[in-house]
């Protein structure tokens, strides 16, 4: 008999319209695991309670699969994840996403750490831990730039510009409601091109991705 986690799980993916496979599966809750592991210990995320945590963290970020899918068209993505934590939805996407290359930032060192030690015990060669200010950074050259509650959308886009990859190069903010302020005070240089909401199974409460681009000059 499988347990809870695992039914919750495959049910939620299912939910989603997301096939991931069995080894795929097992990574996932192998790292939430971890997360809990280190908890113990560090402080990497408030939440502690395994089935909120499937839901709040490895579901939430799991919706996010399917957009991306679609925003790279077949194409591997290079894809940088600002503010990361615990590695969401970093972690979660190299789960999914095996053929993505994707760099995890983080300015705690505990978190930047957590995230390594995670891709040396899941196997996931193609994601990359990085102890670091964004903005200090080298440029990623970043198809995909995310971030998931790091700061405002302003601020997100201001600190992160120079990692776009030039050619093609996105913003994808993870927010709850959309936030029409913080999209009212990016500069008239950016394009918000699509808010798409999202539906977490079992999470009650909004979600919405915010895709925002270099608007096209004149």
Known sequence: MQPPEALTLASGLERLGLALDADQQARLLAYQDLIAKWNRVYNLTAVRDPAEMLTH????????????????????LRLLDVGSGAGLPGVVLAIAEPQWHISCVDTVGKKASFIQQAAAELGLRQLRSEHARVEEMPPAQADVVTS??????????????????PAGGTWMAMKGK??????????????????????????????????IRPRAAE
């Not at 919706?63 to 679609?70: A, D, Q, T, W």
């Not at 998931?148 to 990859?165: E, G, N, Q, V, W």
């Open 148 to 165: 998931r509650a790091f700061a405002s959308l302003s601020d997100f886009t201001r600190l992160t510009a120079k990692h776009l990859a």
């Open 178 to 211: 959309p936030p029409t302020a913080e999209i009212a005070e990016l500069p008239a240089i950016l394009d918000v091109f699509h808010v798409e909401p999202l539906q977490v199974p079992d999470l009650d409460a909004e979600r919405c991705l915010i895709w």
């Open 57 to 76: 963290h490895l579901l939430d970020s799991l919706s996010v699969v399917l957009p991306l899918r679609r925003h790279a068209a077949g194409r591997p």
